[in-house]
């Protein structure tokens, strides 16, 4: 079973939040040091995923896909859940599902950013 974690970007600040606790019934995440409302942080769930170099793979990070046979050029996208597919890869045009990138080991990914702090990482791969 995989560890169920979750990290909270606050909007109005633009930085992640050190969360203690999430309170579902009345919506809220609590710091050491404050409480703050759903519609001041937007909640990114943990993968269970981690990258080539043992990092976490969250929800809305900016990854770099290396496939090994038949793809020269690394590709750069973000972490989006799927209904339909689960944890995807998002390219713009074209997504990678979890079962493409996750299962094999001829593909290498790495956290390189996230969409909130990086995001001009993905305006020069699409």
């Given at each position: 079973m995989r560890?169920?974690?979750?990290r909270?970007?606050?909007?109005k600040?633009?930085?992640?939040l050190?969360?203690?606790?999430?309170h579902?019934f009345n919506w809220?995440v609590r710091t050491?040091?404050?409480?703050?409302r759903?519609?001041?942080f937007e909640l990114?769930?943990?993968t269970?995923?981690?990258?080539k170099?043992?990092?976490?793979?969250y929800?809305d990070d900016?990854?770099?896909?290396?496939?090994?046979?038949?793809s020269?050029?690394?590709?750069?996208?973000?972490?989006?859940?799927?209904?339909?597919?689960?944890?995807?890869?998002?390219?713009?045009?074209?997504?990678a599902?979890?079962e493409?990138?996750?299962?094999?080991?001829?593909?290498?990914?790495?956290?390189?950013?996230?969409?909130h702090e990086?995001?001009e990482?993905l305006e020069?791969?699409?």
């Amino acid at each position: 079973m995989r560890e169920i974690k979750f990290r909270a970007w606050h909007k109005k600040e633009q930085r992640y939040l050190p969360i203690m606790e999430i309170h579902a019934f009345n919506w809220y995440v609590r710091t050491y040091d404050d409480k703050y409302r759903a519609p001041e942080f937007e909640l990114e769930q943990f993968t269970g995923l981690y990258d080539k170099n043992g990092k976490e793979i969250y929800e809305d990070d900016i990854v770099k896909l290396h496939v090994v046979i038949l793809s020269p050029d690394d590709k750069v996208g973000f972490i989006e859940y799927s209904p339909k597919f689960g944890y995807c890869i998002n390219f713009g045009k074209a997504i990678a599902r979890q079962e493409y990138w996750a299962a094999s080991d001829k593909h290498t990914i790495e956290v390189i950013g996230n969409i909130h702090e990086n995001k001009e990482l993905l305006e020069k791969k699409q």
